[in-house]
């Protein structure tokens, strides 16, 4: 069974079954209807011949196949990529091969990768694939351009949050591979789970000549990596004989290849990356294999979400949205079970969205360069729900690379609302504190923007001090940096940080009083010499319940607790 798939423009999502005569248009005797003003009434038909579907176009110049118009009729393969006016289909036949392995059929494919697979690879690197953000930026921390490539993960973060779009995402993903790469050509295939099959969603040459109906890559290479989970650097193709057998290498003058997977969070092979190079002059090496496999774990994660969101109804798809975005803000922020160790602390921290996603953020980190420094932060986005969750997760995919990079807490926030101001609108802003723990000094050297007190409780005198946190919030003002200070303060046995957002004071009661400053600092002196900071941090959190009773929540709770040890 052939079928074909809307990929862009109106009525994305949408798949039509083939009949043996199919007429496509905006017409009501169109059996494909398309909704669009700038598709005519009829405009192709599609039919088969023998074994296989053709296409025809019904005006000229009406009809391009990969990007090149078609004056006749046209074979179509699964994979082909049609475009009438506006609007881009996808082509592809179900021929109902084995679940277990999509490859293991030649039509997984497009007829011209299904090279001989007798013959495999010389493999010159291997990468496993990285399974989360930290994984990934150790993985880049070991490469001889670090900081660059650290770069590059932030644009494909904003690549992930700015393109709606699946087949938006992955061209962006090939360009910005491309521009950091010697690459020649390339594909990103994504696997239909339904029919197991790869389709080549989106292609690029470095020429930037269109593709022909030819979409490049080696199957052998390709089936490797699906097989394994691994990424695959390829030796010099040309020069291994090995590859005779192969025909479809040599006829497309491959001499390199970088080969990797993009592995969901159930461990499953949602699609490929393959990049290529035709001369000799142009190389990989295992820094490129890696930077690629972390592309590839970026682009995961917003590629699962997209091909969900796709498949439902507009009422369905809102509402697994909205909770698609929930459980990836609350995957986002680290788990009690997960806390680090940090030495001569003990921390604790809880958010509560007031709705299904919240723009309140958290977050512990760990020095990677052998000290003992860490990382405590929090902050708030102006606002509620999907867009200031969005923001959110934006910060964090900045911060965290941010922190491994930066020389101190003022060019952590500096670098921050420098991003922010970029990439998200004028009236979206969010406040912030980044604090590092210096344990060889008993010391925080913190930097305020805009944010709420701190809230630091001395043993020795049993008193709290609110300190107020000063800056600016950030993605105001692109030249901040003149209100960004560094400052510092010490902690000693038994001394406690009580750091949150304003959905604490300013939390509201049944009969519409509001939580103050004063009131949070009584609850830290009533619960602060509890054991551990969990004990203080809930404690403090169920007082406030009590005080809200039964009204709504009006804003994010997030709430964190530092006790020294």
Known sequence: MAQIIVMDGPGVGRTFELSNMNSIGRGDSCNIRLSSPKIHEQQATIQLEGNSYSIVSSIAGGVLVNGQSIQQ????????MITLADIMLLYGEDNQQSAANPLASPDALPPHLQESTEEQPTIKSRQRFYNNTESAIAGMSETKQASRNMEVLLKISNA???????????????????GELPADRGTIFLRDLKTNKLWPMATKTASGIPVSDKVMGSRTIIRNAFET?????????QEDNRWEAGMSIAQQNIHAAICVPMVGKNEQVLGIIHIDTTRADRVFNEDHLRLVTAIAMQASLSIENALLVQQLGEKKRI??????ASNIQMELLPKPEQFPKMEGLDVYGVMIPAKEVGGDYYDFLLANDG?????????????KGVPAGLVMVMARCFFRPLILSSKNTKEVVDELNKFLVEDTRKDMFMSMLVLAWHPDENKFTWTGAGHEHLII???????CKSIRAGGIVLGMMKRADKFFKEQ????????????????VTEAVSEDDGMFSLEEVEELVLKHVELD???????????????FMGKAPQHDDITLVTVKKT
């Open 532 to 546: 551990s900071a969990k004990e203080i941090n809930d404690n403090i959190l169920k007082d406030l319940q009590l």
């Open 488 to 503: 510092e303060f010490t902690l000693d046995t038994g001394d406690a940080l009580i750091l949150y957002t304003d959905g």
């Open 160 to 178: 992930i949050m700015s393109k709606l779009e699946v087949r938006d995402l992955l061209q962006h993903l090939l360009d910005i591979i491309f």
């Open 457 to 463: 409780y001395r043993a020795a005198t049993k008193t």
């Open 371 to 383: 000290s003992n420094k860490a990382f405590i932060c929090i902050g708030d986005v102006s606002g």
């Open 229 to 237: 989970k691994e990424g695959v650097l390829t030796k010099d193709a």
């Open 73 to 80: 009729s046209h074979k179509l393969s699964h994979g082909d």
């Open 319 to 324: 509402e697994q949205e909205l909770d698609i």
